[in-house]
């Protein structure tokens, strides 16, 4: 994982993030983790978000790349797309993170130290480990449906994991390598449970720290019924379907 600092991708996928964008990248950036580098990966965000990353890429002297892709295709592809280029580039570790400031960025060097010096394939910023809380904005029925997604996941797939459907992670590289992703199928929420069974699978080690999940301030949600659909059936695809691979 190479010798006292690690190189370390931050992959961030945007879509109509101008707002928080620039918040983000200034946060983790002055964290002062050396080695570490932000990956905007913008899915052509019709309010300019793309043009603010370049901006910041240009300001950062190498610490911030952009991707710019043609059309708004997914968070998992987003974030496939984001690791082949961070793999490209030499990470050693590659972590996925939002970019509406819902995690906290001072989690970051917590979950890097922990890959380093544990034998954890992937940490977990999360919700529900001693110590994590979501939102303290949040209905209580969008917490029952949060505690009731993670329950429902894990009773299937058996993943023993507090947070299964966590999006804030820090991955080894050496862990995504072995995942296969080009053949991951899932987007959405979905990809993130496909991510963890996969790793799972290969008998590979999740561990988890413990966050507090923060209402985006500025812009809207991304969920839609469309990525609840697909994430309450996925948990059975990969049950019964080998995976997804066709």
Known sequence: MGESSPKVIIVVPTYNERENLPKLVGELLGLGVPGLGVLVV??????????????????SAGAVQVIHRAEKDGLGRAY???????????????MQMDADLSHPVAAVPV???????????????????????????????RKALSAWANFYVNTILRLSVK??????????????RKIDLPTIQSNGYAFQV???????????????????????TEGASKMTLKVQ??????????????????
């Open 163 to 176: 947070d299964a459907t966590a999006g804030f992670k820090a991955w080894r590289a050496e862990t995504l």
């Open 42 to 59: 913008d899915d052509n965000s019709p309010d300019g978000t793309g043009e603010v990353a370049d901006t910041l890429a240009e300001e």
């Open 111 to 141: 979950m890097i130290e922990r890959l380093m010096t544990t034998d954890a394939a992937v940490v977990l910023g999360s919700r529900y480990v001693p110590g994590g809380a979501t939102a303290s904005e949040w209905a209580w029925h």
């Open 229 to 246: 659909m697909e994430s309450a059936a996925m948990p059975w695809k990969l049950l019964f379907g080998k995976d997804l691979k066709k």
């Open 194 to 216: 496909e991510m963890n069974h996969r790793t799972v699978k290969l008998g590979l080690r999740i561990d988890e720290v413990p966050i507090t999940f923060e209402e985006r």
């Open 80 to 94: 496939l797309t984001g690791f082949a280029r961070a793999l490209d580039d030499g990470a050693d570790i590659i």
